[in-house]
Every structure is written in C-alpha cells, then in structure tokens.
C-alpha cells in the first residue's frame, strides 16, 4: 500500500499555496504544514510593501521622516536592517551584476503607471518620470544600513520574494526531518525529497496558452522549479500582449517569450533566473544555456526550447 500524502492550502502573498507531505502521520503533517505556513507568512508581514508596517515599507518611506538641511539637499534616513535583510540585499546585488542591471529591485515604482486590471497603457510622460526612481546601484548601503537617495525611490523584493519564501518554509521542514513532500507557493515549488517510495514527484508545468493543457510533466526529486511566463498578470491591446514583467530600463514589458521554467537548486535561483531570461528577450536563451541549469522555454512563436541537466 502506498503512502498516504498530505495536503495543506493556505493564503499568502496574494496567491494560493501549498504544503506536501509524505511518509508522516496525519497528526505531523498538520503540524508540520502549520511550521511552514508560519514561515512563509512572517516573510510576508516581513516584507510585503503593501503591508504598512513590513520592514521594506519602513525603508520605502523613510523619506517621510526625513529632515531638510540648510544647506544640504534633503536625505532619506537610513534604516537599519538585520542579518536576514542585508543578505536578501546581497542576493539582490548578485542578481542585479548576473543580468546586467535587468533584475532591479528598485523598478517596482513602474507598478505606480502599470494597472494591469484597467487594461490600459501608462502616459509616456509618467512613464518616463518613473525611469530615473530605478537605479539600484544609487541605493546607499553602509554597514547595517540602507538609505534610498533620491525621494519617491523603493525597494522591492517581489521579483524573489515568494521563491524565498519557498526555500525558507522548505528548510524549517527539512530542518524538522521532512523527506518526502514539496512547498508551491503559487508554481514556485521546493521539492523537498521524492516520494517515500523513492520515485520523483511528477510536476506539471502549464500550457502559456492552453491553461487547461500541460506543456510537460518533470519528475522532480529533489530541488526547485519556477516558471516565468506572459500569461499570469497582462492584458491585450490592438493585438498586442503587455504582461507584468517590466524591463526596467526601458519601463515596458518583456514581449519575447511565452515562459520560461527553470530546474535549480534552490527557488530563489530557479525563479530568479527565469525572470532575468524572460527580461533578455532573444538573449535569454544564451542566457539559461550558460546556467548549466534544466530550462524549458516557449517563444512567442511556440516554439519550444529545452535542455536536461543534473540539478
């Protein structure tokens, strides 16, 4: 007889997620299930910037408290921050120097002019007012600070925040003597050990188009697996498709491929990686060949791209 596997649904982050587990009693799989919940919800009230009182809102509206010198321009304050924090920042920097400034986790400002809701396009000219807010490398890191320099700058971790969120539920569970079982936050999934029969977990990956279809199914025993793609948050305009992924040098959104799936060690990387894939449009295939990682990737043409390595 198989085992039984256990299944938890949970909120967070705006999306839906999920907690597997295998070769654990019913009793440990809710407790279990309840420690990486937890986790995944302490990063959000942590992090999230639509949260008023997460640390990234405090630095984002650290221009409020600050006070104008006489004889100075005005200065943000600089904001503390904790060990957790100023790793994330360091990943971040690496991100940042790996895809030749297209990962900025200062381009979230572009969200202020992008309502994918209304379906429509930004003004050009508030558009544009936004692109000088984006620059990563102004941001002013001294020690155990951060300082924004310029007003109406942000931070924001959305671009890896879930896929952290992923691998911090999935190492409290390892931690914990899990196994057997995986964490999906909304299709960044963490796979934790294969099933109790040692055979992998088989993960579908979505049809860009065909939502009711799998593009592929990978057997996955261990590691991580993220998907980018055109089809999550976008609208259509005079035959064109504007997603949510947004280039932030130039404001607009990546338009070259359909998705982009990336097999990687660990989420952050996984998920990472695809979105800088999807922001270097044609060269993005060049890109993920180099990673020495397992990708998969449909072009706007349908075509599909795809190379296995071991993870």
Known sequence: MSAPI????FKA???????VLAGVSAEEARRLSALAEAEVLRIEHKYSRYRPASLLSVINR????????????LAATAVICDAETLDLLDKAELLFQHSGGLFDITSGVLRRVWNFKLKQLPEPDALQALLPLINWRAVVREGDTVRLPVAGMELDFGGFGKEYAADRAAACLLEAGVTSGHVNLAGDMHILGPKPDGTPWSIGIRHPRHPEQLLASIPVSAGALATSGDYERYFEKDGQRYCHILNPQTGYPACYWQSVSVLAPNTLIAGSFTTIAMLMEEQGLAFLRSSGLSFLAVDQAGKIYQESQDV
């Open 13 to 19: 982050m705006a999306s839906h997620c999920e907690v």
């Open 6 to 9: 256990y299944r938890h649904e």
């Open 62 to 73: 650290s221009w409020e408290q600050a006070v104008p010198a006489t004889s100075s321009p």
